[in-house]
C-alpha cells in the first residue's frame, strides 16, 4: 500500500493543519473579544454622556456657567 514515508508524511500535513485551525480560530476569538471590548466601551460612554447632558445641562443658563468655568 503506502511506504511509512508517505504515511507519516499524510499525520505531518493533517497535525499542521489542525495546528494552524486552532491557532487560526484561536485569533479570531481573540480579535472577536477586543472589538466587544472596545464597543462596550463606546455603548457605555454614549451612556454615560447622555445621563451627564440630560442631568446636569438641561437648563441653557447652567450650561453656559459651565462652559465658562472650562474655558
Do not use: D, P
Not at 19 to 28: A, G
Not at 47 to 56: C, F, R
Request: charged share 10%; glycine share 4%.
Amino acid at each position: 500500500m503506502y511506504s511509512t514515508a508517505t504515511q507519516e508524511y499524510q499525520w505531518e500535513g493533517l497535525i499542521a493543519f489542525q495546528e494552524s485551525l486552532s491557532c487560526r480560530l484561536v485569533f479570531v476569538m481573540m480579535q472577536y473579544c477586543v472589538a466587544a471590548n472596545y464597543y462596550w466601551l463606546l455603548v457605555e460612554g454614549m451612556y454615560l454622556y447622555t445621563l451627564l447632558v440630560l442631568s446636569v445641562f438641561s437648563e441653557q443658563r447652567i450650561f453656559h456657567i459651565y462652559l465658562c468655568i472650562g474655558w
